[in-house]
């Protein structure tokens, strides 16, 4: 069956909400990020400052220079945090079949919402005017049969639109749509496929699905399928995850302290693996041992930032182990896990990037 997906996406988000909270931002170019002129990067800028071509990850130093005048403010991450929980309650009063992308970001199953009197366009109106009643932010929304198209659409006309993509207008749409819009082309495919002349998606639609698999390998296949429309309807609904741990159980007791470190480091690395997926990042490492005979023992840690780099998790599992492990008594299991689970708020990024 023909499914309604709702793809919605704050203006600016970080921008728009320091903007909203000091009237004295409004209408001027905002740049949240570092301030540091070496080492910060902007996670976002205002619709008046990109127009000096200022955008997220880009350098501070560089933002400076494109936009001299603009206003540089530090990230209130907590803030952006309440609000995004205030605009999740609202998706919630529509449907359970949400699926969070990001803290400013999400997919809405509204299939069984639409009915004769009631389109899926005004469903999406509906939602981003009770954001913009209960938070005083806009938002722009995109609507399609399945995932992809919908956070296409949501992109089309920002800020504040409403954009729907459907079987009558999807081609017409793709073919003239640049290749690094269609999500999944991340920056180094971009330059890959503009290297071979593929510039739009009507490039990418002309390409056989053999010359695709040749080009781009597994992915081939996903590239052919976008290029006509063709994506999953089906949303990856979230349980809200309280540990990610992993443990190895050995063939043997061991006692060698760098055998069992070596273990350690790549338990860390698949934890770390797990977390970067879903983008999350925890506040508690814990380590745990299983002794030759059984016995159960742990410790755990609280860490200073959330993390998710596996040196950072080696790092507190590293010192834990030191505690746990008693000399000359050998081990059957040892695990990591990382808890106090929160969503990260800067992609790609640590908290250090931001540091004035
Ligand atoms: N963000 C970040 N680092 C990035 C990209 C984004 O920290 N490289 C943060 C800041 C953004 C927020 O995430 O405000 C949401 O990201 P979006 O990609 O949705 O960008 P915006 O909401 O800022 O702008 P747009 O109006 O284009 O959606
Ligand atoms: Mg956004």
């Excluded at 400052?49 to 997220?56: C, L, N, P, T, Y």
């Excluded at 722009?140 to 920002?158: C, D, R, T, V």
């Excluded at 159960?296 to 596996?310: C, G, L, N, V």
């Amino acid at each position: 069956m023909e499914k309604r997906i709702i793809h919605i996406d704050m203006d600016a988000f970080y921008a728009q909400v320091e903007q909203h909270d000091n009237p004295e931002l409004r209408g001027k170019p905002v740049i949240v990020g570092g301030r540091s002129f070496n080492r910060g990067v902007v996670a976002t800028a205002s619709y008046e400052a990109r127009k000096f071509g200022v955008h997220s990850a880009m350098p501070t130093k560089t933002a400076h220079k494109l936009c001299p005048d603009g206003i540089f403010v530090h990230p209130r991450f907590e803030r952006y945090k309440e609000i995004s929980a205030q605009i999740r309650e609202i998706f919630l009063s529509y449907t359970e079949l949400i699926e969070p992308l990001s803290l400013d970001e999400a997919y809405l199953d509204i299939t069984e919402l639409v009915n004769r009197e009631t389109s899926s366009r005004e469903i999406a109106l509906s939602i981003q005017s009770d954001i913009f009643e209960k938070t005083g932010l806009t938002s722009s929304s995109g609507i399609s049969y399945n995932k992809y198209l919908a956070k296409i659409a949501s992109g089309m006309n920002k800020p504040k639109a409403t954009t729907v993509i459907d079987y009558n207008n999807v081609l017409e749409i793709l073919h003239v749509l640049p290749i690094g819009k269609f999500p999944g082309v991340g920056k180094v495919t971009e330059e890959k496929m503009l290297g071979m002349g593929i510039k739009t998606g009507k490039d990418l639609y002309d390409l056989s699905k053999n010359d695709l698999i040749l080009k781009f390998g597994k992915r081939g296949e996903s590239l052919y399928n976008k290029a006509r429309g063709i994506g999953t309807n089906e949303l990856t609904v979230q349980r809200e995850r309280k540990s990610v741990g992993k443990e190895t159980t050995f063939n043997y007791d061991r006692n060698d302290d760098a055998e069992i470190l070596a273990v350690l480091e790549e338990l860390s690395k698949k934890v770390s693996t797990r977390l970067d997926d879903r983008q999350l990042a925890g506040r508690v490492v814990t380590v745990k041992i299983k002794t030759g005979g059984f016995e159960a023992h742990s410790r755990q840690m609280m860490t200073m930032d959330p993390i998710f780099k596996s040196e950072d998790i080696y790092h507190y599992a590293y010192s834990l182990y030191h505690e746990v492990k008693e000399q000359d008594v050998p081990i059957r299991l040892i695990g990591v896990t990382v808890s106090g689970i929160e969503e990260r708020l800067y992609r790609n990024m640590t908290i250090y990037d931001f540091i004035m």
